[in-house]
């Protein structure tokens, strides 16, 4: 996106999908009240609506400057803080500025699922300003510095990284963050007995099922609006997106089945939401058919990947890591192996850009990991 020659229909298209991503915060209220216990359902909901309140401050005042500002060697942005837009005539700017920050809340809300009914309030509003501050607009930076600034690029995106809409730059990062805040906090009591599995029934199912139906409503904003132009990828992209979370909740809902002997309940809510990460980044580059064996394969990742964490007695209230690590980290994947190279325009072969996607993956998950690790064990003692 160039916001110097922004139409009014471009301009247009990104407001309304940054509402749309806006409403996905709805979306991860209901679900995660939801399918966590009734008793801390206040609580789920008191850091939903608060994390994107900080998230829009503190994204505002730095994270924006960090991740678009005037590079300092496709690293870090350094400039554009505070940001007015005061030379910008048509709104492409604020427009961009909207969107990204819709993206920023989205990254920083995924970690509250996650840690729920562990984390006191002020350790949850750290997390949110340490996402929203420091690891997302940094991270950002180095995958999509372009989008703003059309001449230059962050480290990453120069090298032909792709992801189109975040599967990593905003669900992987969340992933990881909320991974590392896990291996922090530990499990809910009573999660883990004597080594053994304890489930704990959510509070309300039909609440989360509707947040689900909210998110995917969302999402096609969050994929759409990607496009940052309103033309004749949009549609199809929007149509591609649907596909990938219908395959997802379908083969999700089979695999769950055969582990369980019967329908288990989140599994089509999960895996539904898999096959939307899973698609997020390569949804402008493939066929209908190859979005629907993405989102088909980012499905069947969800019930493997939460048997993982339960052997590692790694406690994920809401299934966030297998959603968003987990699918996100496959979608990144899956460009390079389905992703039309004349529409990647990386001009690099298939396995030259795998190569890249998973130097992408690898660099933005561990700093992310390691960047949270270290700031929140020194806050731990006194703040958790």
């Given at each position: 996106?160039d916001?110097a020659?922004t139409s ?21 209220l ?6 966590t216990r ?12 608060t994390d994107?309140g ?6 505002w005042?730095l994270?924006?400057g ?14 554009l803080?505070a940001?007015?837009?005061?030379d910008d005539?048509?709104?492409?700017s604020?427009g961009?500025?909207i ?6 809340g ?11 009914e562990?984390?006191?309030?002020q ?9 929203s501050?420091?690891i997302?607009?940094v991270?950002?930076h180095w ?7 059309a001449?230059s690029q ?19 990062v969340g992933?990881w963050?909320?991974?590392a805040?896990?291996?922090v906090?530990?499990?809910r009591?009573?999660?883990f ?30 994929n759409?609006g ?5 033309n004749a ?5 929007i149509m591609k997106?649907?596909?990938a979370a ?10 769950g089945?055969?582990f369980h002997?019967?329908?288990?309940a989140?599994?089509?809510?999960n ?11 390569s949804c402008?580059?493939?066929t209908?058919g190859?979005?629907v064996?993405i989102?088909?394969i980012g ?19 809401v299934g ?11 979608g ?6 389905f ?9 690099l ?5 795998a190569?890249i996607?998973?130097?992408g993956?690898?660099s933005?998950g561990?700093t ?10 020194t806050?731990?003692?006194?703040f958790?």
């Open positions: 996106m916001p020659t009014s229909l471009d301009s247009l298209l990104v407001i309304v999908s940054a509402a749309l991503v806006l409403f996905m915060q709805a979306g991860f209901c679900l995660e009240s939801g399918l009734s008793k801390n359902s206040i609580n789920v909901a008191i850091k939903n609506i994107f900080l998230a829009t401050l503190t994204f005042l994270g924006f960090f991740m678009f500002g005037p590079t300092l060697m496709g690293f870090l942005g350094a400039g803080f940001p007015e837009f005061l005539t048509d709104g492409g604020p961009f500025f969107f990204q920050l819709a993206f920023c989205t990254a920083a809300t995924i970690v509250s699922g996650a840690v729920a562990r984390l006191k309030f350790g949850y509003l750290i997390i949110t300003a340490l996402v501050l420091v997302y607009p991270l950002g995958a999509w510095h372009g989008l703003f600034a001449n962050g480290w990453l995106e120069s090298m032909g990284f792709v992801d189109f809409a975040g599967s990593t730059v905003v669900h992987s992933g963050v909320a991974l805040a896990l291996l906090i530990g499990p009591a009573g999660r007995v004597d080594g053994k599995v304890q489930q704990i029934n959510p509070g309300n199912l039909p609440m989360a099922m509707l947040g689900g139906i909210i998110l995917w409503f969302g999402w096609i904003g969050f759409g990607s496009s940052m132009a309103m990828s949009v549609a199809p992209i997106t649907l596909l219908g395959a997802g909740l379908i083969v999700s809902l089979i695999v089945w055969l002997r019967y329908p288990e989140t599994a089509p809510l895996g539904s939401l898999a096959g939307l990460v899973s698609i997020t980044a402008h580059a493939v209908a190859e979005a064996l989102g088909g499905g069947a990742l969800v019930r493997p990947a939460e048997m993982l964490l339960e052997r590692f007695q790694i406690d994920d209230a966030a890591i297998p959603v968003h690590l987990v699918a996100g980290i496959w990144t994947l899956a460009v390079a192996l992703g039309d190279a004349s529409i990647l325009g990386t001009g072969g298939l396995l030259d850009q190569q996607q998973v130097l993956l690898l933005i561990l992310a990991f390691i960047i949270f690790s270290l700031s929140i064990l806050l731990f003692l006194y958790l």
